[in-house]
């Protein structure tokens, strides 16, 4: 039996619904990355053995879109339409589900075109950085695989790879169903069991993955590419999970370095030196602990400056620590700001499916403010010292070797080891 | 039982005269109209003394409200030197002024949990500020402060000159679409102000001053070249006590007559070629297109979106799925307050070129031009606006920024449904008319890119083999 979760609300005549499965993409076998979200794509088009133009048709019809998103831990479907055509969505929707067709030729048409997107993707540095940035960080971990796949990789899809992979992923017990908008708890659970009808019980997937470990002194990747005027850099290491003590004071502790735009990096890298349009610190998480990480692009005769103020800016925070006035004021911003997390069915429902999906601890969201509330100095600057280790970090470079190489890396005081890579390496 | 709508005026106009018997000269409010907004909201319109607009929205939702600031500035009121100016403002108002240090502004927008942004483009400038709805004087103070008492200083000037520098090398230097766009744009406009990039040319954002920067603030910024739209859960009678407050002292300003040069017709087609380190061929086509306002805005974008918009559109499935030569095809439609470009963009794969989008996409445009399209794909465009109309009004935000841009560009704040009312009356004649004005091919301009050969990168198409 799948899980329902609901949030109504009659100001729009909209339904937002999401279908999750439990598993995503470190479900792929080795050697078969990109299987997962090829397979999502594939349901999405090949429905009750209608042809994907009558698919794509019949949604637009609708006034409906129908989207899939595959991350590490999660696959899942997202829909809107307006309310009128729920049911006829639903009928579509719960075909794609249950009775993808799955064809040969279609297969091998998705397979073209995701190659083409993966070389186009290559036009995209902010996305190179991305890549490169989590595939040595979780170097050998199951989140260092790439959710797209590489050419190799996904040319080696079958469809037996495919049918064997939806049978096993898409049953009823591996899935949450969750509504938010112009809906009601008894219509959503009805359509729910709508949806699932056609799908075998089956349970919930079990995710295996090891916590990552930490990167192993510091070492920098390059990924070189021509005539870039501006470089994409990264530098972080690994973050936080909720299930840890300190993972709320340590967020609190992200807010003051990095996570507003007058936080300590933004103020350092842009209002003061001008060097980025933008720059943040980021604490995400997965099933696991994902990585913290800095974000900022400078134009190329800065990288080098900028990194090496990025990196002071790290040891500083460790050292010193965030003072009262700062922490005072992060609190006061996230949880007056929180308003903006809950101001929509949508937002709220999205919250209600992170906490089910992502095995938060219970209550973690409906808990948040007063967690933060609570928040000491001593617990966000022990958060800091634990958990953030400006000896061992991955950065993380877009730019072009031969121009900022050499000032790069002078700028990383005992870098370990370096990797140039070139911009189509995959 | 709900009040009917002359209680509702009688009430109105009681507080309106409560309100104005405390307000200065340039404050006192008069009320402008109601206009629906959807099936369910309404928009009051008001407008002070000193020429301020202020369109307010209750929506009680969530205990939330959206305070935006419309600018009727934008690029297009820039001149040849100076270009980028209007952007680079924007950037500068969330600076020092006569009241707050450099940097206060930020951080008590963030203290109060608001979240503030702004943007500027062609026609406008837009200041947005999201805030839980007790905190909403704090942004009205600090709004009303920085339109008129901003400080602006050399080392301001000059550090957000670099940052803005940085975001040019972001969106245009460094990024194929960007560039493939202001070059299309510079090639396909001569003499209109729509010619040169909202951003600014390089030597232009370097070579501002903080003196060029003083006389477009004295200039633009000012209650007459304002609208305010506030949604939300507010209540109209404090919110308007305190904008009377804190805006009814400041002075209008002597707005310039634009220098509008409206761009002669072209009369033949326009190509350029553009090589980039980029993976593969691409096409951008630019066909001049109406403005906003014109009569077939409506019919254009619908035939648009019968093209290009989504997986079964007719671009769509014949480039990308049937004879799988691009990786993506899309447009856009110019939202301007005076003719702007049908913007066409596609990126080829593995080894097709550029020829072959254009000749592909050529073919489906002569397709439209010669007979109509079918009534069953009109409905589904229509079904799609619809549909991205409802999801834009899902926050505060949402529906500030829909009533902000259609009262800036057009007049009429709830021109959304107005253009989704007029596609409902639309037939395949209205948009084969469309398309037989603007899809002539002496009327385009087309920038071709070709990958730069770079000796570090091997080629996508042997990478991919």
């Known amino acids: 039996m799948s899980e329902v979760l609901v949030e109504t609300s009659r100001e729009l005549p909209l339904v937002n619904l999401t279908v999750a499965e439990r598993t995503g993409a470190i479900e792929d076998p080795p050697g078969k990355e990109g299987l997962s979200r090829l397979v999502a794509r594939l349901m999405r088009r090949t429905a009750a053995g209608l042809t994907p133009f009558e698919i794509d048709v019949r949604i637009d019809q609708l006034g409906a879109a129908l989207g899939s998103e595959v991350t590490h831990s999660v696959a899942s479907f997202q829909g809107t339409t307006i309310t009128r055509s729920l049911d006829a969505f639903v009928d579509l929707l719960a075909d794609v589900l249950a009775r993808p067709a799955l064809s040969e030729p279609e297969l091998q048409k998705l397979v073209r075109e995701s190659v083409g997107e993966i070389i186009e993707s290559r036009d995209n540095d902010r996305a190179l950085a991305r890549r490169w940035f989590s595939r040595r960080m979780f170097q050998g971990h199951p989140y260092g695989r790439s959710l797209a796949g590489t050419i190799p990789t996904l040319r080696s899809i079958t469809r037996d790879d495919v049918v064997l992979h939806h049978r096993r992923t898409c049953v009823a017990g591996n899935l949450v169903v969750a509504f938010a908008g112009d809906i009601d708890r008894e219509r959503a659970e009805a359509v729910a069991a709508r949806l699932t009808s056609g799908l075998a019980p089956g349970t919930p997937g079990t995710d295996r993955t090891p916590e990552p470990a930490a990167p192993d002194g510091r070492r920098l990747v390059v990924v070189d590419k021509p005539e870039r005027t501006q470089t994409q850099i990264l530098i972080g290491g690994t973050g936080t999970h909720p299930r840890d003590a300190d993972h709320v004071a340590l967020a609190v502790a992200n807010t003051i370095f990095g996570g507003t735009f007058t936080a300590r990096l933004t103020r350092e890298v842009r209002s003061k030196r001008g060097w980025s ?84 601890p219970e209550g973690y969201h409906e808990q948040w403010l007063e967690r933060v509330q609570s928040v000491t100095l001593e617990q966000a600057n022990q958060a800091v010292r634990a958990r953030i280790s400006p000896e061992n970090l991955l950065v993380t470079v877009v730019g072009t070797e031969a121009e900022i190489g050499s000032a790069v890396r002078d700028a990383i005081d005992g870098l370990a080891g370096t990797e140039v890579i070139a911009f189509d390496a995959d | 039982m709900a009040a009917s709508a002359s209680t509702l005026a009688l009430r109105r106009e009681r507080m309106l005269a409560q309100l104005n018997a405390k307000a200065p000269p340039g404050g006192r409010v008069r009320h402008r109209g109601t206009v629906p907004f959807g099936a369910v909201l309404q928009i009051q319109r008001y407008e002070l003394t000193n020429g301020l607009r202020i369109l307010v929205c209750e929506d009680h939702v969530a205990p939330v409200a959206a305070y935006h600031t419309w600018y009727r500035v934008g690029s297009r009121h820039e001149r040849v030197g100076k270009t980028g100016l209007a952007h680079l403002f924007e950037h500068l108002m969330f600076n020092e002024t006569e009241q707050l240090k450099a940097g206060d502004f930020d951080r008590k927008l963030e203290e109060a949990g608001a979240e503030s942004n702004a943007g500027t483009w062609l026609d406008w400038t837009h200041y947005n500020v999201a805030i839980p709805k007790d905190r909403l004087p704090l942004v009205i103070r600090l709004e009303a402060e920085r339109m008129a008492h901003l400080v602006l200083r050399d080392p301001q000037v000059k550090s957000e000159k670099e940052v803005v520098a940085n975001e040019r090398r972001y969106r245009v230097d460094d990024d194929v679409e960007g560039a493939v766009s202001e070059v299309l744009w510079s090639s396909a406009f001569r003499e209109h102000a729509y010619r040169w990039p909202t951003i600014g040319w390089m030597p232009d954002i370097e070579g501002f001053t903080t003196e060029d920067c003083q006389e477009f603030y004295r200039t633009y910024y000012a209650p007459n070249n304002a609208t305010l739209v506030v949604t939300g859960d507010v209540d109209e009678r404090a919110l308007l006590t305190r904008i009377a407050a804190a805006y009814g002292p400041l002075e209008s300003s002597l707005l310039p007559v634009e220098d509008v040069r409206p761009e002669p017709p072209q009369v033949e087609e326009r190509q350029v070629e553009l090589e980039k380190p980029t993976v593969s061929e691409k096409i951008a086509i630019g066909y001049h297109g109406p403005a906003l306002g014109d009569a077939d805005h409506t019919a254009l974008s619908a035939l648009c979106e019968v093209l290009f918009g989504g997986r079964a559109s007719r671009l769509h499935r014949r480039l990308v799925q049937e004879l799988e030569i691009a990786t993506d095809v899309r447009v856009s439609v110019g939202p301007f307050q005076d003719p702007g470009l049908v913007e066409i963009y596609a990126s080829a794969r593995d080894e097709h070129t550029a020829e072959a989008l254009r000749d592909a996409i050529d073919a489906e445009l002569d397709r439209v031009v010669s007979e109509p399209v079918s009534v069953e794909e009109i409905d589904r465009a229509r079904a799609r606006s619809e549909l991205g109309l409802l999801a834009g009004l899902e926050t505060v935000d949402g529906k500030a920024s829909t009533i902000g841009f259609y009262e800036t560009v057009l007049g009429r704040p709830a021109a959304a449904f107005d253009r989704l009312e007029a596609a409902a009356l639309l037939g395949p004649g209205d948009l084969l008319r469309a398309a037989r004005r603007y899809f002539r091919r002496s009327s385009r301009t087309l920038v071709m890119v070709r990958p730069q050969k770079s000796p570090a990168s091997t080629d996508p198409r042997e990478a991919a083999e």
């Open chain 1, 277 to 360: 349009y933008g720059a943040y610190s980021s604490l995400p998480y997965d099933r696991r602990r994902q990585a913290f990480s800095l974000w900022t692009f400078p134009k190329a005769a800065d990288a080098a400056p900028c990194i090496r103020l990025e990196l002071e800016l790290l040891g500083t925070l460790c050292k010193h620590g965030v003072t009262k006035r700062e922490l005072d004021f992060a609190k006061r911003y996230l949880v007056r700001s929180h308003a903006f997390a809950i101001d929509t069915a949508q937002k709220r429902c999205a919250l209600l499916l992170e906490a089910n999906l992502y095995d938060l």
